[in-house]
């Protein structure tokens, strides 16, 4: 090639690399702009998480929610495990401060089967956990799964069976919560 041409070509090439390096560089982000972001952050997880899971205050009182579920559950059928002192053990970690809470392991009978056949045995099994806690102001409530919402973020027969496992745990929770 001739040495016109190369240059030629070099200075061709070369132009986007130069055009490139003329904009300016990205303003740094203020202090309150960063706190905006995490903010809309914080309320997108907020958003995902009352999409997940249902929070619902107690008719009753703590002890008696954690018996009004475990007989509704033992009436109905349901596999019951053990109810875990959330509390104990996290004050035994140090957390001096840690609110009365239980976590009652119940799942309706059969569901997790239900739910892998449905889901061509490629899901996981289901949480079957319902966490009774109270609240700085003394107020019980109820956290568990929303498989009724999950249900709608699936297709076909797993959109169903999940569906009609939250349908049995909203009769359970139904005069226990408001």
Partial sequence: ????????????????????????????MTA???????????MQQMR???????????????????????????KRGWQLGETVDMQAAMRQAGNRQAPRMKVVQLCPAGAND?????????????????TVFEDKDGKVHVMRMNLGNLAKTLQGDLAKA?????????????????
Avoid: N, W
């Avoid at 061509?120 to 949480?127: A, E, I, V, Y």
């Fill in 48 to 74: 995902m998480m009352s999409v997940m899971f249902d929070l619902r205050k107690s008719r009753h009182g703590f002890d008696e929610t954690l018996a009004a579920i475990r007989a509704g559950a033992q």
């Fill in 114 to 130: 239900k739910v892998a056949k449905a889901g061509g045995g490629k899901t996981p099994p289901l949480p079957c956990r319902a």
């Fill in 32 to 42: 309150e702009q960063i706190a905006q972001m995490q903010q809309m952050m914080q």
């Fill in 162 to 178: 999940m569906a009609e496992v939250g349908a049995e745990e909203d009769a359970l929770y139904k005069g226990i919560l408001e």
């Fill in 1 to 28: 090639m001739h040495k016109p041409a190369t240059l030629l070509l070099l200075a061709a090439l070369a132009t986007p690399v130069l055009a490139q390096s003329t904009q300016p560089a990205p303003k740094p």
